[in-house]
């Protein structure tokens, strides 16, 4: 492919990431995901969950015995039983269940909620099943789609996982100005036209607004316009329009959440009103573009400074969110970590890894020459990034967890889990942590409809979404990927994986997570068999 072809291609590729008419997921054909059948249980009359350590995702400490009753799909009880290490009180116990689940030493959070995700998979694997099921196993009750929401297929897909026809989170459903099937108003040129779209998409039942960087009488309208119909929004500010839509512009107009760092670092340049490009920066070429941003880490007011804290103070008076998804930009820093991690070989489709190979055309892929300068970059990059969200955290800021996995190296499942230790690496205390995968990830989906949560933490009456985890999550994070944690048995004096999410609960059904995986398993042998087979028949 000549460079004028694969800088065009390229540029394509990129608008779709900054929030553009089109997503990344419409090159390819999307397949529902088949019907539930016999998998999950319930939801039963009355579930016990016996003697299991609760962490209720609000901060506080673990705390159990505790025998949990599920009545329906909602909580019915949280008892504790006994004090740890002396007999557990029989009389105390709630009786007459009609399925139980011996959960005597394990640990039991609510179920996580992806603020950040794309349903489908990517062009080259479409299967939604696969991707159902891989967040369902690593405990991913809910998911907010970042931007395909207004088309039929999600909103088809969220009426099937809510009446649980199918294995899948809670799909909420936020979608790109202009896009969606039945729009013909053509993309978003004017606040009038915003406005429309909005209405538009609101009747649709579309639950709040993916945006970019528009410019800021088109950003006051599209905001503006969902607050009136109970729209949540969230906002990729790229970098093409950023020097006139940055984090704080966005949030004094009302937006809900920014996720990425895209526009925070904008937000606090001190030479420059836009970042220090070098003369031969071309956007269209993701190389340039994903190196060069991290170059923005010594461009910036630093922590401490007045700029800093005045930054903080008013995302917190106007209650921002800040939804981060460091894993998904990880590899920046350290692409061999990312290429090699340990659950490729068993759970990435061929195709999925040929979308994430080097590419002048597939997003994320932008690995051409790939330099020790660009992860030290990187590395900066993050060490300022985490501080601000550490400051923001403990002021009184909302942090959220999201994945946006499918790019990048980022496998659905495991790279929303692969959050919790950036976070924890940020300054997060791991109950910090929880709460961001939980709690706030309910309230950031909740407030803009002005109710209360439903789930995302563990008091009776809510929504029975739940994680059950027989390893302690807190001592170490790594227990809840589905290839476990690797430990030395000091029986056998061989290393052994311990942990994976047990059970995961949604809406009171019981679903067996190591199963779910396994389905996974299946799903990519059988892929690279038969790109096996079309390899070897195309020898002969």
């Given at each position: 492919?000549?460079?004028?072809?694969?800088?065009?291609?390229?540029?394509?590729?990129?608008?779709?990431?900054?929030?553009?008419?089109?997503?990344?997921?419409?090159?390819?054909?999307?397949?529902?995901?088949?019907?539930?059948?016999?998998?999950?249980?319930?939801?039963?009359?009355?579930?016990?969950?016996?003697?299991?350590?609760?962490?209720?995702?609000?901060?506080?400490?673990?705390?159990?015995?505790?025998?949990?009753?599920?009545?329906?799909n909602r909580i019915a009880e949280v008892r504790g039983v006994g004090a740890p290490g002396s007999?557990?009180?029989?009389?105390?116990?709630?009786?007459?269940?009609?399925?139980?689940?011996?959960?005597?030493?394990m640990y039991v959070m609510p179920g996580f909620v992806d603020l950040h995700t794309h349903i489908?998979?990517?062009?080259?694997?479409?299967?939604?099943?696969?991707?159902?099921?891989?967040?369902?196993?690593?405990?991913?009750?809910?998911?907010?789609?970042?931007?395909?929401?207004?088309?039929?297929?999600?909103?088809?897909?969220?009426?099937?996982?809510?009446?649980?026809?199918?294995?899948?989170?809670?799909?909420?459903?936020?979608?790109?100005?202009?896009?969606?099937?039945?729009?013909?108003?053509?993309?978003?040129?004017?606040?009038?036209?915003?406005?429309?779209?909005?209405?538009?998409?609101?009747?649709?039942?579309?639950?709040?607004?993916?945006?970019?960087?528009?410019?800021?009488?088109?950003?006051?309208?599209?905001?503006?316009?969902?607050?009136?119909?109970?729209?949540?929004?969230?906002?990729?500010?790229?970098?093409?329009?950023?020097?006139?839509?940055?984090?704080?512009?966005?949030?004094?107009?009302?937006?809900?959440?920014?996720?990425?760092?895209?526009?925070?670092?904008?937000?606090?340049?001190?030479?420059?009103?836009?970042?220090?490009?070098?003369?031969?920066?071309?956007?269209?070429?993701?190389?340039?573009?994903?190196?060069?941003?991290?170059?923005?880490?010594?461009?910036?007011?630093?922590?401490?400074?007045?700029?800093?804290?005045?930054?903080?103070?008013?995302?917190?008076?106007?209650?921002?969110?800040?939804?981060?998804?460091?894993?998904?930009?990880?590899?920046?820093?350290?692409?061999?970590?990312?290429?090699?991690?340990?659950?490729?070989?068993?759970?990435?489709?061929?195709?999925?890894?040929?979308?994430?190979?080097?590419?002048?055309?597939?997003?994320?892929?932008?690995?051409?020459?790939?330099?020790?300068?660009?992860?030290?970059?990187?590395?900066?990059?993050?060490?300022?990034?985490?501080?601000?969200?550490?400051?923001?955290?403990?002021?009184?800021?909302?942090?959220?967890?999201?994945?946006?996995?499918?790019?990048?190296?980022?496998?659905?499942?495991?790279?929303?889990?692969?959050?919790?230790?950036?976070?924890?690496?940020?300054?997060?205390?791991?109950?910090?942590?929880?709460?961001?995968?939980?709690?706030?990830?309910?309230?950031?989906?909740?407030?803009?409809?002005?109710?209360?949560?439903?789930?995302?933490?563990?008091?009776?009456?809510?929504?029975?979404?739940?994680?059950?985890?027989?390893?302690?999550?807190?001592?170490?994070?790594?227990?809840?990927?589905?290839?476990?944690?690797?430990?030395?048995?000091?029986?056998?004096?061989?290393?052994?994986?311990?942990?994976?999410?047990?059970?995961?609960?949604?809406?009171?059904?019981?679903?067996?997570?190591?199963?779910?995986?396994?389905?996974?398993?299946?799903?990519?042998?059988?892929?690279?068999?038969?790109?096996l087979n079309e390899t070897t028949a195309g020898d002969r």
């Open positions: 492919m000549n460079a004028n072809r694969w800088l065009v291609t390229s540029a394509v590729v990129v608008g779709l990431a900054v929030g553009t008419a089109t997503s990344a997921q419409d090159a390819g054909q999307m397949v529902p995901a088949p019907d539930r059948g016999d998998q999950g249980e319930g939801p039963f009359e009355r579930l016990i969950i016996r003697g299991a350590i609760v962490i209720d995702g609000a901060g506080g400490p673990p705390q159990g015995p505790i025998d949990l009753v599920v009545e329906g007999p557990i009180d029989d009389e105390r116990r709630p009786q007459d269940a009609t399925r139980e689940i011996d959960a005597e030493g489908g998979g990517v062009p080259k694997a479409p299967e939604a099943e696969y991707t159902y099921k891989l967040w369902m196993g690593h405990g991913v009750t809910t998911v907010r789609d970042a931007g395909a929401g207004a088309r039929d297929f999600v909103l088809n897909e969220r009426e099937r996982s809510a009446r649980n026809e199918i294995v899948a989170p809670r799909i909420v459903a936020y979608g790109r100005p202009g896009t969606g099937d039945g729009w013909d108003g053509g993309s978003i040129r004017t606040p009038e036209a915003a406005r429309e779209w909005v209405r538009w998409a609101a009747a649709k039942g579309v639950e709040g607004l993916k945006l970019g960087s528009y410019d800021p009488e088109i950003m006051a309208a599209l905001i503006d316009e969902a607050k009136q119909h109970g729209m949540g929004s969230m906002a990729h500010l790229g970098q093409n329009g950023v020097a006139r839509m940055n984090a704080i512009d966005a949030a004094r107009l009302g937006l809900g959440t920014v996720t990425h760092y895209y526009g925070l670092f904008e937000a606090l340049l001190k030479d420059y009103t836009v970042q220090d490009w070098p003369p031969q920066q071309n956007q269209s070429n993701e190389q340039d573009r994903f190196g060069q941003v991290a170059r923005l880490w010594n461009q910036i007011h630093p922590r401490g400074s007045d700029e800093w804290q005045a930054l903080i103070d008013e995302f917190i008076e106007l209650g921002t969110t800040l939804d981060p998804t460091m894993t998904i930009y990880e590899a920046g820093r350290d692409v061999m970590r990312a290429k090699n991690a340990d659950w490729h070989a068993d759970y990435t489709l061929p195709s999925q890894w040929e979308f994430f190979e080097p590419s002048r055309v597939n997003h994320g892929a932008y690995w051409y020459y790939w330099t020790t300068h660009d992860e030290v970059a990187w590395k900066n990059f993050y060490h300022v990034w985490m501080s601000f969200l550490n400051d923001f955290k403990n002021q009184g800021g909302r942090v959220t967890t999201g994945s946006d996995s499918g790019f990048i190296y980022k496998l659905y499942g495991f790279g929303y889990i692969r959050e919790f230790e950036l976070l924890q690496e940020a300054g997060f205390h791991p109950l910090e942590v929880v709460r961001s995968a939980t709690l706030n990830g309910a309230e950031t989906l909740h407030e803009p409809k002005g109710i209360p949560v439903e789930y995302g933490i563990i008091r009776p009456g809510l929504l029975a979404d739940l994680v059950i985890v027989d390893e302690n999550p807190l001592e170490n994070f790594q227990v809840l990927y589905g290839t476990g944690a690797e430990r030395l048995n000091d029986e056998t004096g061989l290393a052994e994986r311990v942990g994976g999410v047990r059970y995961t609960i949604k809406d009171g059904i019981v679903y067996d997570a190591k199963e779910l995986l396994a389905d996974v398993r299946g799903m990519v042998e059988r892929a690279k068999r038969q790109q």
